[in-house]
């Protein structure tokens, strides 16, 4: 059974659910060494692949295919094995579905997924994307850790805030939610402190913005894990240590200067 479930989604679209997936799961298994699994639940389609220049054999849809007679040998027989330690489920390249899939394509079916993934892995991370939190209750319920990506604009934390509400009022905890601010500037520093201190939450963690590490990455077709100097990929590390540690104190707030040119 799996140590630790991570399910990674967002407080809107776009605001940087897949890398931090993605980064996570690839640091979780450099740092652990042990069999680590990413699942792209993502709908409509996977960005994964495209991410890391792979042509997967098989995905979500595969699985999905398969019903109840997916167990965790099946699972794993579908997975794509990433170089750098993380075994993928990648997200299809479309969801246009027959009649029959779409029947599979339920809560029930990506639940069933989940729990194959947590019986053959000690740590499974999901890339969730952004989702109605009522309508994907059972499934957030089912992680251990969850991550909610924000980014700081005054959009994305108003988005944040309503995120927040729709939780409350899908009967979940928002102290579940460690809250990740995605592309941080240093700049960003006074409105992310305002921000918490009118949702009275402290946020988990702060990923500095870095345009060049996370586009050079997809040029390569990686994740980022080549330049351990680099504050981005030291804060991913931090992080992850302190998600797997859970005494940790938090990471944050950001000390060093903002990492190189940022354009977006
Ligand atoms: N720390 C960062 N610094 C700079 N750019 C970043 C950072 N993290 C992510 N990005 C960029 O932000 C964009 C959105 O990221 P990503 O695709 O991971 O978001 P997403 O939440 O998965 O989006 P979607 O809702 O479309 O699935 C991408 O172009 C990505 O390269
Ligand atoms: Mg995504």
Do not use: C
Request: overall charge neutral; glycine content about 6%; aromatic content about 4%.
């Amino acid at each position: 059974m799996a140590e630790q479930t991570i399910i990674v989604t967002g407080s809107k679209g776009g605001a940087g659910t897949t890398t931090v997936a993605l980064n996570v799961a690839t640091q979780i298994a450099q740092l652990t060494k042990k069999r680590t699994a990413l699942l792209e639940l993502a709908r409509p389609f996977g960005q994964i692949a495209l991410m890391l220049d792979i042509e997967p054999r098989f995905t979500l849809l595969d699985a999905l295919d398969r019903g109840a007679r997916l167990d965790a040998a099946v699972l794993a027989s579908l997975m794509t094995r990433h170089k750098i330690g993380v075994d993928m489920l990648l997200g299809a390249r479309h969801l246009a579905l027959t009649a029959e899939q779409r029947q599979r394509a339920t809560i029930d079916g990506l639940l069933h997924i989940l729990e194959m993934a947590q019986a053959a892995y000690d740590f499974v991370i999901v890339d969730l994307g952004f989702v109605n939190a009522a309508e994907w209750a059972r499934v957030l319920q089912a992680a251990g850790t969850l991550l909610l990506v924000s980014e700081p604009s005054e959009l994305a934390l108003g988005m944040l805030r309503r995120y927040l509400e729709a939780v409350d009022s899908a009967g979940l905890e928002r102290e579940h939610f460690r809250i990740v601010i995605n592309r941080a500037r240093q700049n960003d520093e006074e409105m992310i402190f305002r921000h918490e201190s009118s949702l009275r939450q402290t946020f988990f963690a702060q990923l500095p913005n870095d345009y060049r590490q996370v586009s050079d990455a997809v040029k390569l077709g990686i994740p980022l894990v080549a330049n351990s100097n680099n504050p981005l990929v030291a804060r991913y590390r931090q992080m992850v240590m302190q998600l797997t540690r859970p005494s940790a104190p938090s990471v944050r707030p950001m000390a060093e200067p903002e990492a190189s040119a940022s354009h977006k």
